[in-house]
């Protein structure tokens, strides 16, 4: 797993050889992000289906909870098969732009 700090948000990013061993991963540190707004890529050479991504549906919900931002880069999954809690995108900047979106809905009050 490498982590990298950017200026409003952390990039959590799979070195890893399976899908399991980076889930195991960002769950063990997950709690280190807690009020950090996070992008997590998942590499498309990873084997993973949609029941691995809905892993992190929860993760989601909890950075929504809590004022923060969770968002899946992948380009290998379509994001409408996918609860609307999990955002799911297939470039950096739509994370980016997810972000940002969601900080100013935050703003208004949504």
């Known amino acids: ?3 990298k700090e950017a200026n409003n948000y952390t990039l959590i990013s799979s070195d890893e050889d399976s899908f399991k061993e980076f889930q ?3 769950f063990k540190k ?3 992000f807690d009020k950090k707004h996070l992008i ?3 590499s498309e050479k990873l084997n993973i289906d949609r029941k691995d991504f809905l892993l992190f549906l ?3 919900e909890q950075k929504k909870e809590n004022g923060t931002s969770f968002v899946v880069l992948n380009s290998s999954v379509n994001a409408d098969d996918f609860d609307e809690n999990l955002n799911i995108v ?3 900047q739509e994370a ?3 972000l940002e979106m969601e900080n100013i809905e935050r703003e208004l009050g949504f």
Do not use: C, F, G, R
């Open 90 to 92: 297939p470039t950096l």
């Open 96 to 98: 980016q732009d997810i």
């Open 58 to 60: 929860k993760i989601a």
């Open 1 to 3: 797993m490498q982590i």
């Open 40 to 42: 997590l890529q998942i």
């Open 30 to 32: 997950i709690n280190d």
């Open 24 to 26: 195991k991963s960002v």
